[in-house]
């Protein structure tokens, strides 16, 4: 069974950091691409980044470059997001996403809050 499982999310305070990892299992993790997207309120879900199956690319949205990093781990079936600089506007719950196999997770709640 193709499984995707998000954590690390929860309520961090602006500027603060968090790191959300994603452990995979069910299908061959170190070939596949892996996203991270996210989804606030009211909000259409949009792409965070990206890394290839290697790890040797990333890219990410504009509005998170230079804040996140997207890495991997394929030892491990693992993809983290590291947030840094976090704003309340980066609140929304965060879901990875094997876009070969078509799986989401089931997305972790980040909070950005005073």
């Known amino acids: 069974q193709v499984q995707l499982v998000e954590s690390g999310g929860g309520l961090v305070q602006p500027g603060g950091s968090l790191r959300l990892s994603c452990a995979a299992s069910?299908?061959?993790?170190?070939?596949?691409?892996m996203q991270w997207y996210r989804q606030a309120p009211g909000k259409e879900r949009e792409l965070v980044a990206f890394?290839?199956?290697?790890?040797?690319?990333?890219n990410y949205a504009d509005f998170v470059k230079g804040r996140f990093t997207i890495s991997r781990d394929n030892l491990k079936n693992t993809v983290y997001l590291q947030m840094n600089s976090l704003k309340p506007e980066d609140t929304a719950v965060y879901y990875c996403?094997?876009?070969?196999?078509?799986?989401w997770g089931q997305g972790t709640q980040v909070t950005v809050s005073s």
């Open positions: 069910g299908f061959t993790f170190s070939s596949a691409l």
């Open positions: 890394i290839s199956s290697g790890g040797g690319t990333t």
């Open positions: 996403y094997a876009p070969g196999y078509r799986v």
